[in-house]
Protein backbone atom coordinates (compact mmCIF):
# COMPACT_ATOMS: atom_id res chain seq x y z
CA UNK A 1 0.00 0.00 0.00
CA UNK A 2 1.42 3.33 -0.98
CA UNK A 3 -0.05 6.53 0.62
CA UNK A 4 0.79 9.85 -1.37
CA UNK A 5 0.57 12.01 1.10
CA UNK A 6 3.18 10.71 2.79
CA UNK A 7 5.87 10.86 0.26
CA UNK A 8 9.45 8.88 1.32
CA UNK A 9 9.93 7.88 4.55
CA UNK A 10 12.39 7.52 7.00
CA UNK A 11 14.07 4.12 8.34
CA UNK A 12 15.64 4.37 11.66
CA UNK A 13 15.73 3.56 15.42
CA UNK A 14 13.65 4.68 18.44
CA UNK A 15 14.59 3.63 21.78
CA UNK A 16 16.03 0.49 19.89
CA UNK A 17 13.12 0.02 18.18
CA UNK A 18 12.76 -0.04 13.95
CA UNK A 19 11.05 3.28 13.69
CA UNK A 20 9.48 4.93 10.63
CA UNK A 21 7.96 8.18 9.95
CA UNK A 22 7.69 10.58 6.76
CA UNK A 23 11.55 12.10 5.56
CA UNK A 24 8.84 15.68 5.16
CA UNK A 25 8.30 17.12 8.34
CA UNK A 26 4.93 17.78 10.16
CA UNK A 27 3.54 14.88 8.04
CA UNK A 28 2.85 12.49 10.14
CA UNK A 29 3.36 10.38 13.24
CA UNK A 30 6.67 7.86 13.73
CA UNK A 31 5.59 4.00 13.73
CA UNK A 32 7.71 1.59 15.76
CA UNK A 33 7.21 -2.41 16.23
CA UNK A 34 8.89 -4.20 19.10
CA UNK A 35 7.94 -7.06 21.34
CA UNK A 36 5.86 -6.89 23.90
CA UNK A 37 8.20 -6.40 27.04
CA UNK A 38 7.79 -9.46 29.58
CA UNK A 39 5.42 -11.58 26.44
CA UNK A 40 7.81 -13.15 24.48
CA UNK A 41 4.80 -14.19 22.28
CA UNK A 42 3.48 -10.92 21.40
CA UNK A 43 4.58 -7.62 19.64
CA UNK A 44 3.24 -4.90 18.81
CA UNK A 45 2.66 -1.32 16.75
CA UNK A 46 3.25 1.36 18.92
CA UNK A 47 2.35 5.41 17.73
CA UNK A 48 3.00 8.46 20.05
CA UNK A 49 1.22 8.15 23.20
CA UNK A 50 -0.03 11.69 23.37
CA UNK A 51 -1.71 11.78 20.02
CA UNK A 52 -5.17 10.59 19.50
CA UNK A 53 -4.35 7.59 17.33
CA UNK A 54 -4.80 4.28 19.64
CA UNK A 55 -7.93 6.32 20.64
CA UNK A 56 -8.81 6.68 17.10
CA UNK A 57 -8.07 3.11 15.93
CA UNK A 58 -10.40 2.00 18.81
CA UNK A 59 -13.36 3.94 17.36
CA UNK A 60 -13.21 2.48 13.88
CA UNK A 61 -11.55 -0.98 14.94
CA UNK A 62 -12.38 -2.00 18.67
CA UNK A 63 -13.48 -5.52 17.55
CA UNK A 64 -10.32 -6.36 15.26
CA UNK A 65 -7.47 -5.43 17.60
CA UNK A 66 -5.95 -5.31 20.72
CA UNK A 67 -4.69 -2.79 22.31
CA UNK A 68 -2.24 -1.63 25.05
CA UNK A 69 -3.03 1.83 26.70
CA UNK A 70 -2.81 4.76 24.54
CA UNK A 71 0.23 3.34 22.33
CA UNK A 72 0.38 0.27 21.08
CA UNK A 73 -1.98 -2.27 18.15
CA UNK A 74 -1.11 -6.03 20.25
CA UNK A 75 -0.39 -8.88 18.03
CA UNK A 76 0.84 -12.58 18.87
CA UNK A 77 3.03 -14.57 16.89
CA UNK A 78 1.41 -17.13 14.24
CA UNK A 79 -2.12 -15.32 14.26
CA UNK A 80 -2.80 -13.93 10.83
CA UNK A 81 -2.89 -9.51 10.50
CA UNK A 82 -5.91 -8.02 9.60
CA UNK A 83 -3.86 -6.68 6.99
CA UNK A 84 -6.74 -3.67 5.54
CA UNK A 85 -7.40 -2.61 9.10
CA UNK A 86 -3.49 -2.58 9.73
CA UNK A 87 -2.82 -0.44 6.62
CA UNK A 88 -5.13 1.74 7.31
CA UNK A 89 -4.64 2.37 11.07
CA UNK A 90 -0.45 3.18 9.59
CA UNK A 91 -1.65 5.31 7.00
CA UNK A 92 -3.52 7.39 9.45
CA UNK A 93 -0.77 7.70 11.86
CA UNK A 94 1.84 8.46 8.55
CA UNK A 95 -0.63 11.45 7.93
CA UNK A 96 -1.54 12.48 11.23
CA UNK A 97 -0.68 15.81 11.08
CA UNK A 98 -2.12 16.70 8.24
CA UNK A 99 -5.93 16.37 9.64
CA UNK A 100 -8.01 19.49 9.61
CA UNK A 101 -7.30 20.72 13.52
CA UNK A 102 -4.58 18.82 14.67
CA UNK A 103 -1.53 20.80 16.21
Known sequence: ?????????????????????????????????????????????????????ISDFRQIYEDRFEFQGNRALVFSHGEPLPREALQHCVSLALTYHQKPGRP
Open 1 to 53: MQVEAVGTLVETLKWGQPAYLPARPRTGSTVRIDAIKNDPDRYGLFVHCQTTL
